[in-house]
């Protein structure tokens, strides 16, 4: 290789060089220097998003359904307590009323 070649060689390398980095300023310059960032995007979803909106009335809604279930866990217990005392007392009645019918059936005989 002669050293012209090589001279061209070299000339082509820098001027390839030179134009991408030309290539990157304008790109920068022209739009990345206009993208949003990361810290922007959580700022506009912590305080613009329509979530951020509705937030209060979906943090009222879940304190009302909480207490709303922990009303009807105390009725259902209740029930359930109201439930085994009627079986006692229909036991109770259904062991009365064969004293009964056995009392009846003797008094016949």
Known sequence: ?????????WQHVASSAVSVIITLVVFWLGI????IT?????EMLDNHSPYMR????????????KDMLTDLSKTLKQN????TELKIQIAMLSTTL???????????E
Do not use: G, S, Y
């Open 1 to 9: 290789m002669t050293p012209e070649i090589i001279n061209n060689f």
């Open 32 to 35: 990345m220097r206009n993208m």
């Open 38 to 42: 990361k810290d922007e995007v959580c």
């Open 54 to 65: 509705d937030r209060q009335m979906i943090m009222d809604r879940l304190a009302m359904n």
């Open 80 to 83: 359930a307590e109201v439930m």
């Open 98 to 108: 064969e004293i009964f019918q056995n009392k009846m059936t003797n008094e016949r």
